[in-house]
């Protein structure tokens, strides 16, 4: 049974790809090295399989990730032999962006949404395909399979297209731009039997391991290796993963020993708490998802 039901959110989401890139003259998959996009790109080559996938990466960079995640990008690429975009609005030196600066709100508004918004716009990206589920967060769960954005980015969930039967409206006037979730339907645990099943490779960030960092508002925030005693103040080393992967500075960890996929599935099976419960950002009252996705968020 629950074979034939990751059959139906495949196919489902596989059609969702397809109709996007007939429908879009410049269609382009996000890519963030994270579970769902690895998914998503996988579910991509099979929609065109034995043809490469139809459209390009686009990667908006904040200069803020984990290293393991540029690693795993640029692994991915090479082995998918695929078109990588980036994107990046981070600065150099003292222009350089950091949450501990300028705050979790305005850093993500700087790099996050202004760097989406800008980046389809200097590639010439008309559709962006991305990752998100309606499981993950309230605002998510409003969006359509085909979420329209008007000529700044902005979304309005008042103005969501019908979709009756899998008929998407692509229609877009100048400017504006669609973004495409063929993932709407799966949850985090659909997401992890399906990378069980298909043997699909996600960045071992994901996994338990024995980490180094601190402990803030009961997350776990990872550190660089340090040599200054007033930097190692409060570090400790405990086995930890990452349910969602985002900027390192702002990304929690949780306490697991699970160390393998069916590890994690069992894990998941008994949790009750959103995985986004593990970002600062959505915490921060100024910058919360709703908020964020209609200022042009994905």
Same mark, same amino acid.
């Given at each position: 049974m629950a074979s034939n039901y990751l059959d139906q959110l495949e196919d489902e989401a596989i059609y969702v790809i397809r109709e996007a890139a007939s429908e879009f003259a410049r269609p382009a998959l996000l890519y963030s090295a994270g579970k769902d996009s690895s998914v998503l790109l996988w579910l991509a080559r099979k929609a065109f399989c034995p043809a490469r996938i139809s459209f390009p990466l686009l990667h908006i960079d904040t200069g803020l990730k984990f290293p393991e995640m540029y690693a795993f990008r640029d692994h991915v690429v090479a082995e998918y032999g695929v078109e990588l975009l980036v994107y990046s609005k981070q600065g150099q030196g003292k222009d350089r962006i950091h949450p501990d600066v300028f705050g979790t709100a305005a850093c993500c508004e700087t790099l996050k949404t202004r760097g989406l918004i800008e980046g389809l716009r200097h590639?010439? !990206?008309?559709?962006?395909?991305?990752?998100? @589920? @309606? $499981?993950?967060?309230?605002?998510?769960a409003k969006e359509r399979f085909f979420s329209v954005r008007n000529h700044q980015g902005v979304w309005d969930p008042r103005k969501q297209r019908l979709e009756i039967g899998k008929t998407f409206n692509s229609r877009l006037s100048k400017g504006d731009s669609m973004r495409v979730f063929p993932l709407s339907n799966w949850t985090e645990l659909d997401i992890w039997r399906y990378i069980e099943r298909e043997e699909i490779e996600v960045s071992p960030l994901y996994f338990s391991a024995l980490r #180094?960092?601190?402990? @803030?508002?009961? &997350?776990?925030? $990872?550190? *660089?290796? +340090?040599t200054d005693p007033n930097l190692s103040a409060g570090v400790v080393q405990k086995e930890v993963r990452y349910r969602t992967?985002?900027? &390192? *500075?702002?990304?929690?960890?949780?306490?697991?020993? /699970?160390?393998?996929?069916?590890?994690? !599935? #069992? $894990?998941?099976? /008994?949790?009750?708490?959103? $995985?986004? +419960?593990?970002r600062l950002i959505d915490h921060d009252g100024e910058g919360s998802m709703e908020k964020k996705k209609r200022r042009g968020y994905f």
């Open positions: 590639f010439g !990206i008309d559709a962006a395909l991305g990752g998100a @589920r @309606r $499981e993950e967060e309230k605002s998510r #180094q960092g601190v402990e @803030r508002n009961g &997350m776990f925030f $990872e550190t *660089p290796a +340090s992967l985002g900027c &390192m *500075p702002c990304t929690g960890g949780i306490c697991s020993t /699970a160390a393998t996929i069916k590890e994690v !599935i #069992q $894990e998941l099976e /008994a949790v009750k708490i959103s $995985e986004r +419960s593990t």
